[in-house]
């Protein structure tokens, strides 16, 4: 079998023979194939790459398992004699129901039908819990978005549009063969209430509170981090949201090591805002995992029982939001060690 | 009723009461809110938008439906009620199967269950046909695009990276207050045979093609156009790929009005580099339409029935890809007019 011993255990743990995997980051994870939004992967005793004639060439050069090109309903055909009495497991966080009606058409017509049965995480699960080299490239993502910060920094400023900002960010990592992770939130004075509110026209203002989140994304894994600086002096009320913001993000990455819950970690967070009658304004969950996707498990929020395992990767990153006067998000990205943690992003959190 | 006639209309064709609505364009397309990927709308009598406190700002400033602010499953238990007894569709090529699971769990348990109504493409084909607005959006979106490799063309030449071409293309939109439609594709000499291998840190050497596939993402529409630039005097092989597909890239175009169908227009192209030996070369369809999705209906590919209309904006793009050779596509943007069509993308197709 060209099935590795860790994916087999995965499929027993599951309890099916094989799993149609229809996520593009599961897909890429599993065959390195980069273009997994137009494939899919038949993970079985002989796993097989399913994309179209586009990527005829890019499917030789980077799929560790054979590929066939075709497109569905060809692909369904195709793999028919190959899923013929087993149990198929799909993916139904991600599959469409008109998928899986295309899948029953074409596998469960037969004399010897597929069952098909439904799995959750059974590959993001793997997934979270990153290699030396994933760890390595989440590292160089974060390394990078950090140089960024460094140098846009100076730049923001009372006069300065928001969305110029992001163009400097997504400039300086985009000139160092990087990509933005996600759309880079650029938030200032009233619209900080937007936890995220992309970058906009708006012009800061002096005296304002600026909240940044963005991420590199680099050779396929994400990076994550938030600053919010100020411009000017502003109030003593912004001032004060932000040492509780800081206090309650400094005190939730203090609590990150292996066997903390992702419930508990969102709970030393929530207190201390609470403590400051901040509860209600922290309107999200404490953070989740990074890395081949933005947003990936474990799951840091409130009652999640996820477990911290060393060579996970999560965000910490508390926020409070009033409508009409603005916000504060501090954000980290944190390594998971085999004795506590490892903070990967780097950049100061002094409110200036 | 808060529900515009068209919309109710469309859900009398689908033979629904309401509709649960999951594609973020659809729910972009529908209500103003720009988050639709942590959103869900129902389409009712009394239509809601469900997000969560993230965007409680954002759904008041944006949305033209009322909110509700809450994370699944709350938003489930709150909407069962206004869906007691009703036939309410689901959008079959966006829900994933767990969500419909959740959906039946939460409004098929009571006395007066809903029942639950696979659909397909009743909002999207809706958004096929633009308005004059939107239109004008896709117009602006195209003009700076065609700004931008004016600006960029002279920079494509020997000993660049293919990655620096990807990053002036995306500065450029970035200052004037874009982002990129997708990711880039910057594919030289033999990279050309991938039709969409993203730009790498290739150098692009003499006497090579150059495809750049590209587009603008403005407020919240998009453009796509692709042109091949030769650098240096490229060979009489490529050369002859180039005047092939150009050949069949302009037929296409000029055939397209009214009452055409995407697979007649795909015909046309592929007819035409059939005659030149190129057919297996052409290894995709000819084309797609273009709006708040970069890739959306009309479908331009063998055999659609897809009939074009007035204010539909669909890309003509016939390529060829000779492996270890290279590879050449032109793509233009097209708004279907009454009596024809307009070219949108008015950048050079000369081979220079
Ligand atoms: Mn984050
Ligand atoms: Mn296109």
Known sequence: SLLPDTLRAALDRAGVDALWVSSPEN???LSGFTSGRDARLLLSAQPTLYTDARYTVQAQEES??????????????????????????????????????RLRAHWQAGERPATLVSTSRVIDTLRQVKT?????????????????FAAVRPFIAAGVRESDVAARLEGFMRERGAGSAFGITVASGPRGAMP???????????????????GALLDGYHSD?????????????????????????????????????????????????????????FAHSLGHGVGLAVHEGPSLRAASADVLVPGMIVTVEPGVYVPGVGGVRIEDLILVTEDGHEVLSRSAKELL
């Open 27 to 29: 897909i890429r994870y």
């Open 64 to 101: 560790r398992f054979p590929s066939f090109i075709a497109r569905p309903p060809a692909t369904l055909a195709h793999a028919a004699p190959a899923v013929e009495g087993l149990r198929v497991g799909f993916e139904a966080d991600h599959l469409t129901v008109a998928e899986l009606e």
């Open 132 to 148: 030396p080299d994933e760890v390595a490239r989440v590292r160089a993502a974060q390394a990078l978005a950090d140089e960024a």
């Open 196 to 214: 995220h509110g992309t970058a906009s026209a708006r012009v800061i203002g002096n005296d304002e509170l600026v909240t940044v989140d963005f």
């Open 225 to 281: 981090m938030t600053r919010t600086v100020a411009v000017g002096n502003p109030s003593e009320e912004l001032r004060r949201l932000y040492r509780a913001v800081l206090e309650a993000e400094e005190a939730a990455v203090a609590a990150v090591r292996p066997g903390a819950t992702g419930g508990e970690l969102d709970a030393v967070a929530r207190d201390l805002l609470g403590a400051h009658g901040l509860a209600e304004a």
